[in-house]
């Protein structure tokens, strides 16, 4: 209790993450927010500005990929 001192020892569960091991899921995020993000930018100008059915919003999902393919080729080095 009072004056007890904790292991020095680091335990096997303490060791650091290996190196890229949220690699996948940083890939799958980048999609996935780009082409949401553009895809809704792009239903505010079809609903708001241009009155289409949904050009825009696909439009703004492919380049939302796009982005998100080329944020991880920069990032991840793939």
């Known amino acids: ?3 007890q ?3 020095s020892e680091p335990h096997e569960d303490d060791a650091p993450p290996p ?3 949220g690699a996948g ?3 799958i995020s980048y999609l996935i927010g780009g082409m ?3 895809g809704g930018i ?3 100008v079809d609903h708001y500005w241009l ?3 949904g050009i825009a919003m696909g439009i703004g999902a492919v380049i939302g990929g ?3 393919v080329y944020l991880i080729a920069r990032r991840l080095g793939a």
């Open 51 to 53: 009155g289409t059915k």
């Open 42 to 44: 792009g239903w505010l």
């Open 36 to 38: 949401v993000v553009w």
């Open 19 to 21: 190196p890229n091991s």
């Open 1 to 3: 209790m009072a004056g």
């Open 25 to 27: 899921y940083t890939a």
């Open 66 to 68: 796009a982005a998100g």
């Open 5 to 7: 001192q904790p292991p």
